[in-house]
């Protein structure tokens, strides 16, 4: 199906581990995002990109690496995991950046940091 | 102050009722406006866009008020399937700076029998 695929669905990590967050989407859709979602606090976005080789940073992207070499893949690396980022993780992508034809979502990664 | 703020609730309403979320937001720049709906532990998922002149969907309305820089859902004839998180979003400015939308930290229904 058509959509936005985020892998791993679950993690758990160790303080100091690092681990790459996947994100793909097959509606060749130029913008692509990443957000975290904690209690009480809404969406936040990390990183977004415009296209293929272009990225840049959001509201909280201290911790977090992304790079765009494919208009399909995003993926989110965790340098060195911190408590501070156990969180829910949300990959989105649009054909329009002004959201007239709305942002898909992926199913989210549900990450751990112990 | 939040960009956009919405009164979290929860919002405990019976079958049948007509609820109304509020939001606000700050940047009086903002161009794009939509109401996403989350159900528990899943993934946003646009419920609708909100027009300058507002706009309807079967049960949905959406209303826009610039000047105030408030936007709001109207839900009526409410159903056990809209118990759900929703959430205003925000995007700011006309040049959207790549796919950054700003939430407010959702408004959650609860519709009972």
């Known amino acids: 199906n058509a959509g936005v695929t985020q892998t791993p669905k679950f993690q758990v990590l160790k303080t100091g581990q690092s681990m790459t967050l996947q994100c793909a989407q097959d509606m060749n859709h130029e913008y692509m995002s990443w957000y975290r979602q904690d209690p009480g606090m809404g969406l936040r976005l990390i990183h977004y990109?415009?296209?293929?080789?272009?990225?840049d940073q959001g509201e909280v992207p201290n911790g977090y690496n992304v790079s765009r070499s494919t208009t399909e893949d995003f993926p989110l690396r965790l340098l060195s995991a911190a408590p501070s980022q156990t969180s829910v993780y949300f990959c989105a992508s649009s054909r329009n950046g002004q959201g007239y034809y709305g942002y898909t979502f992926g199913s989210g990664t549900r990450l751990t940091v112990v | 102050r939040k960009e956009v703020e919405q009164d979290p609730g929860p919002f405990n309403v019976p079958e049948g009722a007509t609820v109304a979320f509020n939001c606000t937001y700050s940047?009086?720049?903002?161009?794009?406006f939509f109401w996403y709906r989350q159900d528990c532990r899943k993934e946003p998922k646009l419920l609708m866009s909100?027009?300058?002149s507002g706009n309807e969907d079967g049960r949905f309305t959406a209303q826009l008020n610039r000047a105030s820089q408030y936007i709001s859902l109207l839900i009526r004839d409410s159903k056990l399937s809209d118990s759900a998180t929703y959430l205003c979003?925000?995007?700011?400015?006309?040049?959207?700076?790549?796919?950054?939308?700003?939430f407010g930290q959702g408004t959650e229904l609860s519709v009972k029998p």
């Open positions: 909100v027009y300058s």
């Open positions: 940047n009086s720049a903002s161009q794009s």
């Open positions: 990109s415009v296209g293929a080789g272009i990225t």
């Open positions: 979003v925000v995007i700011p400015g006309i040049y959207n700076q790549g796919g950054k939308l700003i």
